[in-house]
């Protein structure tokens, strides 16, 4: 059985949260931080309630996502062969009650699920400018992995 | 009577938006785009409803603020004696429906007002990391701007 467990090169990075009484402040990523590779693009995704993006993977691209609105569940998968963590899962969910960046580096297997029902939003800080060549998706079912555990 | 007008080194770029039955993928800023001058952090505000934060200006951040959700009015001022925009004040309204990247040259005052009744958030992409030593701040009444105008 597959473990659902830490997968090798991912990182998860506990995020600060200022309060302020006309609106808070929410950290995002330094340049300095655990997890960044560089810069090239910064963009948005959300995901609607109960809906899933299905599996895909980046060949060179690493992610750094960060959750500041909503709720997202995200399932990773280790297909590479030669990896410590090979055919583990990791089932994270973010959100501001756990509030940290997701890092996977490129051949990571990702997909999300939207948990809350109103707006869930993404913001993904990519070493790459996108590009779908280095892109490769998947069907929902492709991995076993059980949504209802 | 200060006009209403752009200012000098402010860049307003229009951002895609990417419509998805799952969830739609909002722009943010490329490397290679106009008024990129560097990555060293991401961090998100927010700004509750009819709150506004008050005037500030940056001696040495380059800004380049988004707002994926809610709607942000910001008010900018050129109190730069030197440049061709002195005095001018721009008004501009940010959400999905006016979805634009606003860059903000060093030196140039900001504020902003919750305009949303629900969540209102910002991204800023900073060229330098936070520094409490290059910013100055004032009153929301400092440069006689007319909010109910």
Redesign the interface.
């Known amino acids: 059985m597959d473990k659902l467990n830490l997968i090798d090169g991912v990182i998860l990075s506990p995020l600060k949260i200022i309060e302020n009484?006309?609106?808070?402040?929410?950290?995002?990523?330094?340049?300095?931080d655990s997890g960044y590779s560089g810069?090239?693009?910064?963009?948005?995704?959300?995901?609607?309630y109960n809906?899933?993006?299905p599996w895909k993977k980046h060949l060179k691209m690493t992610l750094n996502l960060i959750v500041?609105?909503g709720e997202i569940r995200f399932v990773l998968y280790d297909e590479r062969e030669n990896s410590k963590s090979y055919k583990n899962f990791l089932d994270v969910t973010l959100s501001k009650k756990n509030y940290q960046r997701l890092t996977i580096p490129p051949n990571v297997w990702v997909c999300f699920k939207?948990i809350g029902k109103?707006?869930?939003?993404l913001?993904n800080?990519a070493n790459l400018?996108h590009d779908p060549n280095e892109i490769v998706r998947d069907n929902m079912n492709a991995f076993k992995f059980n949504w209802s555990s």
Chains 1, 2 share one sequence.
């Open positions: 009484p006309l609106g808070n402040i929410y950290h995002g990523m330094k340049s300095s810069f090239n693009e910064a963009y948005f995704s959300t995901i609607n809906q899933v993006k500041p609105v939207g109103e707006i869930n939003l913001l800080l400018n």
